[in-house]
């Protein structure tokens, strides 16, 4: 009987163990809702200047003057800091204004008290030289006079030109309807004087060259 007894006590215990387990609940899933992340974002390059625009502030001036005759074409152009050019660009408009042809077509001009002149070589004329003002680190200044044939209508051979200046001032070409409001006509006596004064960065390589004859690259 006690043998019995024991195997009934052991049933029910085991019995028990199996209702408590049936009867737990299984854990539960829980479900979040997690933001979009936004999406990753490329560094943005630098912008690239475009073709002919300054880089970066503008540190130089060109001030020039192109006058073309009927078989020759005359170039007056000064070129450096754009303070110290600015400083001399209504003495460099006085010097053209003053500018007078002979009947051979030489040109003769009134220096400003202070300048001087130089004989040039090839199609450099004359060398004007500027001095420095008291108190400026800058190098004297110079205005370069060159000459060369000329053929074609002279709206092309001037605007070929200014383009050249702007392109070595790293500024953006202009149209031949642009010109007008881009420069400024100045009297001879007779010949007409086309006058610009652009402001951008010099190209190292810009000094100096000389310029297009009827739209033919040569230099100034």
Same mark, same amino acid.
């Given at each position: 009987?006690?043998?019995?007894?024991?195997?009934?006590?052991?049933?029910?215990?085991?019995?028990?163990?199996?209702?408590?387990?049936?009867?737990?609940?299984?854990?539960?899933?829980?479900?979040?809702?997690?933001?979009?992340?936004?999406?990753?974002?490329?560094?943005?390059?630098? #912008? !690239?200047?475009?073709?002919?625009?300054? @880089? &970066? +502030?503008?540190?130089?001036?060109?001030?020039?003057?192109?006058?073309? *005759?009927?078989?020759?074409?005359?170039?007056?152009?000064?070129?450096?800091?754009?303070?110290?050019?600015?400083?001399?660009?209504?003495?460099?408009?006085?010097?053209?204004?003053?500018?007078?042809?002979?009947?051979?077509?030489?040109?003769?001009?009134?220096?400003?008290?202070?300048?001087?002149?130089?004989?040039?070589?090839?199609?450099?004329? #004359? !060398?004007?030289?500027?001095?420095?003002? @008291? &108190? +400026?680190?800058?190098?004297?200044?110079?205005?370069?006079?060159?000459? *060369?044939?000329?053929?074609?209508?002279?709206?092309?051979?001037?605007?070929?030109?200014?383009?050249?200046?702007?392109?070595?001032?790293?500024?953006?070409?202009?149209?031949?309807?642009?010109?007008?409001?881009?420069?400024?006509?100045?009297?001879?006596?007779?010949?007409?004087?086309?006058?610009?004064?652009?402001?951008?960065?010099?190209?190292?390589?810009?000094?100096?060259?000389?310029?297009?004859?009827?739209?033919?690259?040569?230099?100034?």
């Amino acid at each position: 009987m006690a043998t019995n007894r024991f195997w009934l006590l052991l049933l029910s215990f085991a019995a028990g163990l199996t209702l408590v387990g049936g009867c737990e609940k299984p854990e539960r899933i829980t479900k979040y809702t997690v933001d979009k992340p936004p999406p990753i974002q490329e560094p943005k390059q630098p #912008a !690239t200047p475009e073709a002919g625009q300054p @880089a &970066g +502030e503008p540190t130089d001036r060109t001030v020039a003057a192109i006058v073309p *005759l009927a078989e020759q074409g005359w170039f007056f152009k000064m070129t450096g800091p754009k303070d110290a050019v600015q400083a001399r660009a209504e003495a460099f408009t006085a010097l053209v204004k003053s500018v007078r042809f002979s009947a051979e077509g030489k040109p003769e001009w009134s220096l400003p008290a202070g300048w001087s002149e130089q004989d040039g070589s090839q199609i450099r004329f #004359a !060398t004007i030289i500027i001095p420095a003002a @008291a &108190g +400026e680190n800058d190098k004297p200044l110079e205005i370069s006079v060159t000459v *060369l044939p000329k053929s074609g209508d002279d709206a092309d051979y001037i605007l070929v030109n200014v383009n050249r200046w702007r392109n070595q001032l790293k500024l953006p070409p202009i149209a031949k309807e642009q010109l007008a409001g881009e420069s400024t006509q100045l009297d001879l006596g007779g010949p007409k004087a086309t006058l610009v004064n652009l402001l951008g960065v010099a190209a190292p390589s810009s000094m100096g060259r000389p310029p297009f004859t009827s739209g033919a690259p040569n230099g100034n």
